[in-house]
T-cell receptor, first 116, second 113 residues
Framework: GAGVSQSPSNKVTEKGKDVELRCDPI?????LYWYRQSLGQGLEFLIY????????KSGLPSDRFSAERTGGSVSTLTIQRTQQEDSAVYLC??????????????FGPGTRLTVL | SQQGEEDPQALSIQEGENATMNCSYK?????LQWYRQNSGRGLVHLIL?????REKHSGRLRVTLDTSKKSSSLLITASRAADTASYFC?????????????FGAGTRLAVHP
């Protein structure tokens, strides 16, 4: 079946603009994760969804970052008033999930965000 | 913040040789996973080893876990040019039933024909 897909693959924006990044997880996967990979910080956890709720948002860097998930499927990560330090590759991953399950995660190809 | 420390940071070998990468971590974990990344984009899951396991094999890959030393190693045997990539270890702390992965800085492996 299809893997995790993300769109756009590349996004160039100007400082101060808002951006939306989309993730389509593997069908049936209830757990969804967002990570960010940047040169200075490596790979960082941002947020975890179980179904449509986000019990762990501890990695979101500031209140300019938000994410939602609808229908237990697609997730959108929104960055408001982008700053140059937001430039990074944003990776989405999904997992069969369920509570009390620690499973492997399947990653999408990422969205490379460049803030000018 | 990163939990894992990996060494070496970079490794260059010839095809057919074995490659060993090491990972150390700081806190108790539920499991540890190894991922491969090509060209700075998507991560490919290689192996998951749980805290009650000591060794796991998958094809040419062998992973060991020593929870007393808080360390793991990934061995790739008979390497191929196609193994050239960055390899990351990721730990999953006990966190209520989900894998909040904490990644190491990675090892860049170059396999020369």
């Amino acid at each position: 079946g299809a893997g995790v897909s993300q769109s756009p693959s590349n996004k160039v924006t100007e400082k101060g603009k808002d951006v939306e990044l989309r993730c389509d997880p593997i069908s049936g996967h209830t757990a969804l994760y967002w990570y960010r990979q940047s040169l200075g910080q490596g790979l960082e956890f941002l947020i975890y969804f179980q179904g449509n709720s986000a019990p762990d948002k501890s990695g979101l860097p500031s209140d300019r970052f938000s994410a939602e998930r609808t229908g237990g499927s697609v997730s959108t990560l929104t960055i408001q008033r982008t700053q140059q330090e937001d430039s990074a590759v944003y990776l989405c991953a999904s997992s069969p999930g369920g509570t009390r399950s620690y499973n492997e995660q399947f990653f999408g190809p990422g969205t490379r965000l460049t803030v000018l | 913040s990163q939990q894992g420390e990996e060494d070496p940071q970079a490794l260059s070998i010839q095809e057919g040789e074995n490659a060993t990468m090491n990972c150390s971590y700081k806190t108790s974990i539920n499991n540890l996973q190894w991922y491969r990344q090509n060209s700075g984009r998507g991560l490919v899951h290689l192996i998951l080893i749980r805290s009650n396991e000591r060794e796991k094999h998958s094809g040419r890959l062998r992973v060991t876990l020593d929870t007393s030393k808080k360390s793991s190693s990934l061995l790739i045997t008979a390497s191929r040019a196609a193994d050239t990539a960055s390899y990351f270890c990721a730990t999953a702390p006990f966190s209520g039933g989900y894998n909040k992965l904490i990644f190491g800085a990675g090892t860049r492996l170059a396999v020369h024909p």
